[in-house]
Every structure is written in structure tokens, then in C-alpha cells.
RNA sequence: GCCAGAGUAGCUCAGGGGUAGAGCAGAGGACUCAUAAGCCUUUGGUCGCAGGUUCAAUUCCUGCCUCUGGCACCA
């Protein structure tokens, strides 16, 4: 058994409610651990909470609470939230928990024996009323403190400091030999900028007791307790420790916990995933700490960006947030998930807009799987009664659908943690099956008999197809997936990666019932709302297809995505939004349809049954722009407008992504 | 101020010395298996500004303008 794949998210500091930010890592990580189990390897997924400090402290005596009542009462919250995330961590860590707070004393101990540490005085201003120190950024243009601090006294304090000079150019070499440690790239080259032009100073890491006693006392002085850096860093190893890792173990001889033993090292990690806030403690301090306690570093830094709303910072005061509960709520976990990995590489900052939010909803998660999934399991269970059919030669196009290419190069995607660029592929399977439906029109093959091996196999390449998708987004959208092999009528779990080769799905199952996946909640209500007709119809079908239709709630979306049948459902006399109604085969076509239903021309005289500007003389583009050749062949080919040595080919040029890294 | 990075279609972004690319948005069309979904076609650009190198610059160089990030107070 190999040594588990270990990723961590930050510990989020427990002063209040999880909101976006907080999501969005603990997603990222979810959808890599998942991943990577569905790779076959083991994993570690472990998040948890920060829960010492000064505002904590200062807040559970606002609510006349004792600390660990307070922290006891959020923790319960922050522990549902992970569960509402459809989050597989392993382990939950909380920094009041006994197994994390005797790891830090081991620690402390041990490095204070080896005389890492090393007690001075710190003279600064103090606010009484704000019980901290001031800095000179808290300073006035006028050199005085604000009045909000109350009274600021000067203070003199002794407290204890981390030797971390002599590390500096160790750390720098390291980095430099080793461009996978701070990912993204740019991320890397802060942290370098920043090593090699400024000299590090000993880091404090305490504070007297008498003045915050809610930490963990150092165990050589119990005058103290320890500040954030040798109390949060220190969980992703307090966990290991506790589980009897035997790294740990060899590092930490005094620890004496009530340890498994285990034979699997967990540490060091394979990833942490944290915020670019926290990128100095992670990149600069925790390395110096493990290289002082002699354990190796973790593997990565996966830094991701913030997200903003609507192009501004996310801010309680300014109202401007997203609710995380109300959205999945909504719409959904996985709708969630996708729409927060979709959106962004992880890097740059994100920008939540609701409309690109339902936008993504509707055309990429309701439209494009959703509806393919209906549709492909839709036409199995019309034209084969839901049974599989007999593989046959005409499968061989299954392969044009999910390309032999497509799973290594998704799996490389997953396991470089390129999660936008896996989904754009997985996407693009999608698309591919939706004109591949278009392209061989097994609806009509079904009305000609000597088809039927024919639509033997478009069938059954388009219900593989959607077979291999599940499982290709099992660690992304796990609940969506899974829905997709419950209506496939398989018994197993999507979450194995090796499922989506091609061709597991058996001649002669027979598939479950087909549902919406993903129900599109928008587009046809928009409709509806400008055509009584189509609003008819709609209300007809939905209550024929979908068993149990949700209530409907209000709002509308204001981006329907067929513009051009809300024009012409909104012109009164023009009975054009009947086209598509009529042309479902409920009725008769309409025996005269206007001319300007289908076409653009309305142009008078122009003769009915004409369509499309090309047909129509009168209409036809008078511009030469419109049938502007597109030449696309390799210049170099043919003569050439220069001299000197033929260029090179420029017409082979890849298509480009829509993220940039 | 210092150090990076970026300015390309309405939007989000790829690209890169030789006719400018994708997705979305916009326009037109054909179809009916499907969640009014899906499919096909298509309009948009002096590639931030000014110089320079070059037969040729959006691409390389220089300068300028604008924006973003980082520069250890803090999660």
C-alpha cells in the first residue's frame, strides 16, 4: 500500500459563520481528494478549525459564554457546513481538541530543548479597550492613535521568539529547486521576490498569559501560551501524530499520545490548499518550523485566489455577499460546486455574478448534461424498451464520442490539479454527444426497420457516453453523478476512475427511469411569461414528463436563451411562437404560416415558403462582407508575398483556452 | 516608492514575427429524441499609446499611460 495521498485545507479561524471563501477551498480540496481516491489512491482529506486567540476569547465573554462552550457551539455549524458541501474529509481537527494541543507542547518542547527559541523584550503601543498592540499603520496623519482605541499606553513585554535567520537562504535554494512547492507559478515568484530582498526577523510567538489565556500554555513556562503559528500550522501534523504516524513518531519521541500504530506515514503532505492571505505563513514559517523539528516539507502550496461579487469585495458591511446555504439551497450542492470550479482556475480571483451563475446552471449543467442524459436515456427507452443493445460494428463511433485521448489527458488534468481545464474537457464530451445525436438522428432511424443495428449502436454509444461522463464527474458534482447511474439503473458507485472505459456497460441491462438531472428552472418560465400559447404548452409537457413539477417560486431570468423565439412569442399578430409548438406533432402545422415566422425578410412580396437569407433574391446580402472567403490553408504554400525563407505554417494553430494560467 | 504581472471582440480570456482565436452574449437557419432543450451558420477587433528593429510587429526592444498583485499588522 503506498503512502496516502495527504491534502489539507486551512483551518478556518472560528469567529463566525462560513461563507463563500471558506467553500470555496474546502471544494477545491474535496474535488481533488476525491479525485485521487477515484484514481485508485488512498487519501487523507483533513480540514478543520482555528479556535484559540484573542477574539475568540473576547467574544464567547461577549455572549457570557466560557471559551470552549463558544467554540463548542460554532464547531457544530462548521461541522454541518462541511457536510452540506458533500465534503469526504477524513478527519475534522479542532485546536482545543487534546490530541492537537499535546503535539504543540511536544513540539514547543523539543525545539526549545534544541534552543531554537529565545525570550527579548517588546516595546509597543497598547489599546487597553482594544486589548492588542498598535502598529504604525493605526497612527493618524497627526502621529496620534485614533479615539475608537481609548487610551493607548506604551508597553514594554517580554515574550518568546523563533530563530529564523540562519534559514533564509536553505529555503531560498529549496523553492528555487523545486517549482512545484508554491503552486501557481507566480505565487512562487512572491515568495521568492520577498526571501531574497528582505532579511527575515525572529518571529514572536507567544503571548503572556495574563493578558490572553485562551491558547496553549508552553510547556517550560506557563506564564505563556503559544500564538498562532505554533498552534494552527501544527494541526496538519497533530492529526498524523494522533493516527500513530510513525514520521511523526520518530520526530516526536515525547509525544505520548494514545496513538494507532500505524505503518503509513501520512506526513509529509501532498497539498495544502489555502488562500493567498495565508501564503507567507505556509511558504516561509512552516517550512523553518518543520526543518527545526526535522521533518520534511509538504509536496505543495496550492495557492487559489478570493472571490469577489459582482466585481466588489465581498463585504458584510456593504451587504455585498453570497450566502453559500441560500445558493445551495437553491439550486443545489452540485450546482455549487461546478459553478466554483468551473469559473476559475485556481489562482486569480474569482468574480460571483448570480446571472453567470444561472447561466452556467441552466445552458452547461440543465441543457448540456442534463438534457443529454434525458434525452439519450429518453430515446433507449422508447425505441429498446430501456434494454442495452448488442454491441455491433457500427459501435466503433463511440470512440468519435469519447475520444481515446480524452480520459488519460482528463486524468492528467486531475492530478495536476488543473480542475477548470478537466471540466472544459469533460465538456467537451458533452457537446460532442449533443451534435453526435444531430448528426446520426436515431429518431429517425427508428421510423426505417433496416436501421436497426444502426440505431442498435448510436444508442448504445450515447448511454455509455453519459455511463463514462458519471464517472468522470464524480469528483466534482458526486450527486449528480451518482443520480446518473441510479437512472442508468447501475447498482455500483460512479467513483471509480477506471469505470470510464469505454464499453462497461453490458448488452441486455435494462436502464432506470429518466429525470431531470439538473431541472432548467428559467428559460422556458421566461418564455412562458411573454407567450399565453407557449405558456400552455409548457404547463402541458411539464406535468407529462416531469412526475412531480416543482412549485414555482417567482423571479425570472432575464437571459433566455432563445432570443429569437422570445422577439417573435413578443410580437402580437405574428403567431410565429407557435412554430415550435405546432412542429412538436401535438397538431397539425399550421396550414399558412407566416412568412415572417421563419425567415428575417419582411420585406413585402417576398414569397412565402422561402427561408433564410440566401434563398430570398430580394433579401440576399447585397455586402461582400458577408461571403468574405475564410482561407485558412498554410501560406507558405502558395506564393508568397515575401521574400526569404518560407514562414511557417500558422493555420495549425491550437484553439485557445478561456483561462488564462 | 520598490518588485512582479496584465492591457486582444459587448463580456471572460487564449494566442503569438507572416490574413486575429475560443466560450458566452448578439443575428439567421434547419430539425423534433429531449428539460422550449440540442444542432448548423454567422456579425463584432488599428491586439492600451508613441517610437525603434525588420521585407513584414498585435507578437521583439524602448518609453509612456492605465489596471492588478506583492512588499511579513492581521485571520
Known amino acids: 500500500m503506498s503512502k496516502p495521498f495527504y491534502i489539507t485545507t486551512a483551518i478556518d479561524y472560528v469567529n463566525g459563520q462560513p461563507h463563500l471563501g471558506h467553500a470555496y477551498e474546502k471544494i477545491l480540496t474535496d474535488v481533488i481528494a476525491r479525485a485521487r481516491r477515484s484514481l485508485g489512491e488512498p487519501v487523507f482529506f483533513l480540514t478543520g478549525l482555528d479556535e484559540h486567540g484573542q477574539k475568540v476569547q473576547q467574544a464567547a465573554i461577549r455572549e457570557n459564554k466560557a471559551p470552549q462552550t463558544y467554540c463548542d457551539e460554532l464547531a457544530a455549524d462548521w461541522k454541518a457546513f462541511a457536510g452540506t458541501l458533500n465534503l469526504t474529509n477524513d478527519d475534522f481537527v479542532r485546536t482545543t481538541e487534546l490530541r492537537h494541543k499535546q503535539t504543540v507542547q511536544a513540539i514547543l518542547a523539543k525545539l526549545h530543548a534544541a534552543g531554537h527559541f529565545y525570550q527579548s523584550e517588546y516595546r509597543g503601543f497598547y489599546s487597553q479597550k482594544e486589548e492588542t498592540f498598535l502598529t504604525e499603520k493605526d497612527r493618524q496623519p497627526d502621529g496620534k492613535f485614533d479615539p475608537s482605541f481609548g487610551e493607548v499606553v506604551e508597553l514594554v513585554e517580554n515574550n518568546y521568539y523563533f530563530k529564523l535567520k540562519d534559514h533564509q537562504q536553505w529555503l531560498i535554494d529549496y523553492i528555487e529547486a523545486n517549482p512545484e512547492f508554491i503552486q501557481p507559478d507566480y505565487r512562487r515568484n512572491e515568495v521568492l521576490g520577498f526571501l531574497k530582498n528582505n532579511t527575515l526577523e525572529d518571529l514572536c510567538i507567544t503571548r503572556p498569559a495574563a493578558r490572553l489565556n485562551w491558547g496553549i500554555p508552553l510547556p517550560f513556562d506557563p506564564a505563556y501560551v503559544t500564538y498562532v503559528w505554533f498552534d494552527a500550522l501544527v494541526n496538519y501534523i497533530s492529526v498524523p501524530a494522533a493516527l500513530g504516524d510513525p514520521t511523526l513518531a520518530t520526530a516526536l519521541p515525547d509525544l505520548k499520545l494514545e496513538a494507532q500504530n500505524s505503518k503509513?506515514?501520512?506526513?509529509?503532505?501532498?497539498?495544502?490548499?489555502?488562500?493567498?492571505?495565508?501564503?507567507?505563513?505556509?511558504?516561509?514559517?512552516?517550512?523553518?518550523?518543520?526543518?527545526?523539528?526535522?521533518?520534511?516539507?509538504?509536496?505543495?502550496?496550492?495557492?487559489?485566489?478570493?472571490?469577489?461579487?459582482?466585481?466588489?469585495?465581498?463585504?458584510?458591511?456593504?451587504?455585498?455577499?453570497?450566502?453559500?446555504?441560500?445558493?445551495?439551497?437553491?439550486?443545489?450542492?452540485?450546482?455549487?460546486?461546478?459553478?466554483?470550479?468551473?469559473?476559475?482556475?485556481?489562482?486569480?480571483?474569482?468574480?460571483?455574478?448570480?446571472?453567470?451563475?444561472?447561466?452556467?446552471?441552466?445552458s452547461e449543467l440543465a441543457n448540456g448534461l442534463g438534457n443529454l442524459l434525458n434525452r439519450s436515456l429518453s430515446m433507449l427507452k422508447k425505441y429498446r424498451n430501456g434494454i442495452v443493445p448488442a454491441p455491433s460494428a457500427f459501435q466503433k463511433d463511440g470512440t468519435a464520442l469519447v475520444d481515446v485521448d480524452d480520459i488519460p489527458r482528463i486524468e492528467a488534468d486531475l492530478r495536476a490539479h488543473q480542475l477548470q481545464d478537466a471540466?472544459?474537457?469533460?465538456?467537451?464530451?458533452?457537446?460532442?454527444?449533443?451534435?453526435?445525436?444531430?448528426?446520426?438522428?436515431?429518431?429517425?432511424?427508428?421510423?426505417?426497420?433496416?436501421?436497426?443495428?444502426?440505431?442498435?449502436?448510436?444508442?448504445?454509444?450515447?448511454v455509455e457516453t453519459c455511463r463514462v461522463l458519471a464517472v468522470l464527474l464524480w469528483p466534482f458534482i458526486p450527486g449528480a453523478s451518482e443520480k446518473i447511474y441510479a437512472q442508468l439503473g447501475l447498482k455500483d458507485s460512479p467513483a471509480k476512475f477506471s469505470d470510464a472505459a469505454w464499453g462497461k456497460l453490458s448488452a441486455g441491462h435494462t436502464i432506470g427511469e429518466p429525470a431531470a438531472l439538473f431541472l432548467a428552472k428559467i428559460s422556458c418560465r421566461s418564455r412562458a411569461r411573454r407567450s399565453p400559447v407557449v405558456a400552455a404548452e409548457v404547463t402541458r409537457r411539464t406535468s407529462r414528463r416531469i412526475s412531480n413539477p416543482p412549485p414555482y417560486v417567482g423571479g425570472y431570468f432575464d437571459n433566455c436563451s432563445s432570443n429569437r423565439l422570445r422577439k417573435k412569442s413578443a410580437d402580437p399578430k405574428a403567431g410565429a411562437c407557435l412554430k415550435p409548438v405546432y412542429s412538436r406533432g401535438v397538431t397539425s402545422p399550421p396550414p399558412t404560416a407566416p412568412h415572417s415566422a421563419a425567415s428575417s425578410c419582411r420585406r413585402d412580396g417576398c414569397a412565402p415558403g422561402r427561408r433564410g437569407r440566401a434563398r430570398c433574391t430580394r433579401c440576399a446580402p447585397s455586402d461582400a462582407s458577408r461571403s468574405r472567403p475564410r482561407d485558412t490553408s498554410c501560406r507558405s504554400s502558395g506564393s508568397s508575398p515575401w521574400r526569404g525563407p518560407a514562414p511557417a505554417c500558422r493555420s495549425s494553430r491550437t484553439s485557445g483556452s478561456t483561462t488564462r494560467r
Open 423 to 462: 471540466l472544459v474537457k469533460i465538456w467537451n464530451i458533452v457537446t460532442r454527444a449533443n451534435q453526435y445525436i444531430q448528426r446520426t438522428e436515431p429518431f429517425k432511424m427508428a421510423k426505417v426497420p433496416e436501421k436497426a443495428a444502426e440505431l442498435d449502436a448510436v444508442l448504445y454509444n450515447l
Open 264 to 362: 503509513q506515514s501520512l506526513w509529509p503532505a501532498d497539498a495544502h490548499v489555502i488562500g493567498k492571505d495565508i501564503l507567507k505563513f505556509h511558504a516561509v514559517y512552516w517550512p523553518i518550523m518543520l526543518k527545526a523539528m526535522g521533518l520534511p516539507l509538504p509536496k505543495q502550496l496550492l495557492v487559489h485566489g478570493w472571490w469577489q461579487k459582482d466585481g466588489a469585495k465581498i463585504s458584510k458591511s456593504t451587504g455585498n455577499i453570497v450566502e453559500p446555504l441560500e445558493v445551495i439551497a437553491e439550486w443545489g450542492v452540485d450546482a455549487f460546486r461546478y459553478y466554483v470550479v468551473r469559473e476559475l482556475s485556481i489562482g486569480p480571483d474569482g468574480n460571483w455574478t448570480d446571472d453567470g451563475f444561472k447561466v452556467r446552471y441552466d
